[in-house]
């Protein structure tokens, strides 16, 4: 790697300057690493491909249209439908029952952390969100099927609910997701310069408003990035909506009821054996396209907004 | 505030009331979602804790469900994450190298990298799963549901997080150290592999621990590569056939309601172990971090 | 750390045949092979020869018509008014700012004669020869002794490497403060201390000229008088360019003095620095030939 290396008194008795040959190990070490970093582009495009072949494939069986529009999922059926809608309405009624939990909680938390918490008490929560956020999804729908319906849901409210529910699953889920709302968030708060802040107070105003009406607007595009990543972690999350929201596709949107939600439809029949190249098994995939572009959109809009308040504070 | 609100003719007392209740109703938000966590550690702990023991540790799974153990399940989990630290850390920190110490940003392709990492920590899971599916189990590389294709595929879904941890830990050594370096004769590399990268250890590996800590809890990629549920044998080798903890434990949670044997108190137990380790990793993490991390 | 003083005479014998040039003799300038040694040896000998130098880092010079010459064993000091461009100049002697993307060097900036910006010079070549010492201390996180061996080690020159560590301790005046704990961790050191551990990093790979960019602004009077007697002593054996605020420093240390100043560009707010004069600092100092060069070194304008 080392390619002139001269003695020091030889430093001085070769004045030319040219490298005694070309470094290619420099080269070398800057090709592997390009290789490295190719490969996540790579990773995206083999979810393309991987997605398209057989989406491509599952509509010559199935029309786009009567998949999109349909609103009867039955595969299995002799003849089968494959309208897509039904899963469309489970994963709207888990992620809409997530974000009802996580969007207060997630910026409730938030405001507290980067408005009232003080340093030390900041530095004891914020390691219990992480550890919140760092619970296998597994885990959180073990306790939604085995605790949260039974014995809250059931209990506590005496809701008359089935034990595989909407509810339990979407409810549970706004728990998972409220640490990525609140640490966005609250980047976004901490990020509002405190020179806002002290205008505001300097004026008279009391904590309250300055929270929602300074700090709040201000951070407004972090927040809302991070409410976009939330639903963007709902509409994906598999785990708690197969345990605990049962195994059905249909359209009611009473949430005391089961449902499939696009990404537990998946883990559902992937899990079944299902003959490789049928347009049962090829349903994974046209569902798990949908799937990917519907996060995408999330991820790419909350990209751009996090962007956003970057650009005017830092 | 409101002390001074009064003297200009606010009403204090309802004032301070409603500052007072805005501070406690956001207090509530996050002491109902800490409220919840510990909730759901008392629920695995009440429901788990008289199953984890050693018998269960060392048992594999069975039709009768006082005999089952998690073994199979422990060791697959150990063999996939060795596969998967393997995989991630020299490409993620490779990655990371590049990135920030190559990339020309003003270029559009080093941004659509830069995008496209961001995008893929947050694509879901079972997405990959059906990327691990295609292209490892089945498809060009055909390796079928071994631990090779399970470890690898888990890495991809987590190589974004290690890239992200490395590049903010590279990015904290100062430019000039670099520029120390380089003023001495040494080359980019040299630079890099000498000042840069053993300055910022302690960060890429705290953020591979938590990559890792996310991986051993994934269980759709798992489920739509094929990892087998009942197995009755330890990995032997990358091609070995495999089960994990997170598919043990949905195996017996999808049991548990409707099978006569009563799996719940098994699912809770093998919940509870690996909750066990991901608190050991993490205060790994932590302490790596306040042991080594540079001060600049 | 005077028997460490044998060094310079032996140089000049190397170097002078092979690209050394008298000022005044402008024509033999590229003579690089040192066959054309048919003019007399003249006193003053260049290192660097910098002909029209503009620096720019965007669409506009960030300093430009630059020209003056640094000789052999002397300390030439480069002063003027904030954001003149004097770090963007002495940056662009050992090729820092190839390091910064869209930094671009017109003219010319000859080396011993040999043009430091042709295509086939390669620049960690370049920084080898050329050593620097930076504003702010910036020492490696590791201890004394790697921090003065890190460039012996990666130049691969790893024999006798105690030896080079302490001559580089002993040139740079540390080697008493630091001899018991080179082992220790360079980051526990004073600023001063640290300030002349970079010094001896630079020093250790023997390199031919030092720059160096306002080294003694973190530092306290003290340490700035040691670092200011250690560049008389370096004098006798490196050719040192110095960038400073500190009149005072730039009249007690520098033989030759550059003055820049900065002009506003009228029609938007860019900043463009130039050399208004260069000359012997004393004549500099008592008796400047530019109107701009007096009002700056008697404290007229900031
Ligand atoms: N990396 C850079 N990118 C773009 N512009 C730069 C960069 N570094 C310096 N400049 C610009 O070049 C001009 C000269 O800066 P420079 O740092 O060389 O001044 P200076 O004379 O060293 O000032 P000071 O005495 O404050 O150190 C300034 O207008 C500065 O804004
Ligand atoms: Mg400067």
Known sequence: ?314 | MSAHGGAIGKAPASQRAKDTGFRLTMLACLGLSVGLLALLLYDVVKDGASHLTMDFLTSFGSISADKAGAEAAIWGTIWIMVVCAAFIVPVGVATAIYLEEYADHSRWWNRLIEVNIQNLASVPSIVYGILGLAFLVRGPLSLGPVVLAGGLCLGLLVLPVVIIASREAIRAVPPSIREGSLALGATQWQTIRRQVLPASIPGIATGVILALSRAIGETAPLIVIGAATVIAFNPEGLDSRFTALPIQIFDWISRASNDVNNYKPLAAAAILFLMILLLLMNSVAIWLRNRYEQKW | MAEHVTEPEDKQREAAPAGGVGIPDQGARFSRDGETEAEPRRPREAIFQLEKVVVSYGPKPAVRDVTFDVGRNEITALIGPSGCGKSTLIRCLNRMNDLIPGARVEGRVLYHGEDLYAPNVDAVEVRKRIGMVFQKPNPFPKSIYDNIAFGPRVLGRKQNLDETVERALTQAALWDEVKDRLKTNAFGMSGGQQQRLCIARCLAVNPDVILMDEPCSALDPISTGKIEDLMMELKREYSIVIVTHNMQQAARVSDKTAFFTVELASDDDHRTGRVVEFDDTEKIFTNPADSRTEAYVTGKVG
């Open chain 1, 1 to 314: 790697m080392e390619a002139g290396s001269t003695t020091a008194a030889g430093a001085r008795a070769v004045p030319s300057l040219g490298a005694a040959r070309r470094r290619y190990g420099e080269d070398v070490v800057k090709g592997i690493l390009i290789l490295a970093t190719f490969l996540s582009i790579l990773t995206t495009t083999g979810i393309v491909v991987a997605l398209l072949v057989p989406t491509i494939e599952f509509f010559g069986d199935v029309g786009v249209w009567e998949f999109l529009s349909g609103s009867k999922w039955t595969p299995l059926f002799e003849p089968p439908s494959f309208g897509v809608l039904p899963l469309l309405v489970g994963t709207l009624l888990t992620t809409g029952i997530a974000m009802l939990v996580a969007t207060p909680l997630g910026l409730g938390a938030a405001i507290y952390l980067s408005e009232y918490a003080r340093p030390r008490v900041r530095k004891t929560i914020k390691p219990a969100l992480e550890i919140l956020a760092g619970v296998p999804t597994i885990v959180f729908g073990y306790f939604a099927l085995t605790f949260f319906t039974p014995e809250i849901l059931r209990g506590l409210f005496n809701a008359d609910v089935n034990i595989f529910n909407v509810l339990a699953a979407g409810i549970v889920m706004g728990f998972m997701i409220v640490p990525t709302v609140a640490s966005v968030a609250e980047d976004a708060m901490s990020a509002v310069p405190q020179s806002l802040r002290e205008g505001a107070f300097g004026l008279g105003a009391s904590k309250l408003s300055v929270s929602l009406r300074v700090v709040f607007p201000a951070a407004l595009s972090g927040i809302v990035a991070a409410i976009v990543l939330g639903v963007s972690r709902a509409i994906g999350e598999t785990m708690i909506v197969l345990i605990a929201a049962g195994q059905i596709a249909s359209n009611s949107i009473d949430p005391r009821e089961p449902h499939y939600s696009l990404a537990s439809f998946i883990g559902a029949t992937a899990k079944g054996d299902v003959p490789t190249g049928s347009t049962e098994y090829k349903t994974i995939f046209a569902v798990g396209m949908l799937l990917f572009v519907l996060t995408l959109v999330m991820n790419l809009i909350s990209i751009r907004f996090v962007r956003k308040y970057r650009q005017v504070y830092e």
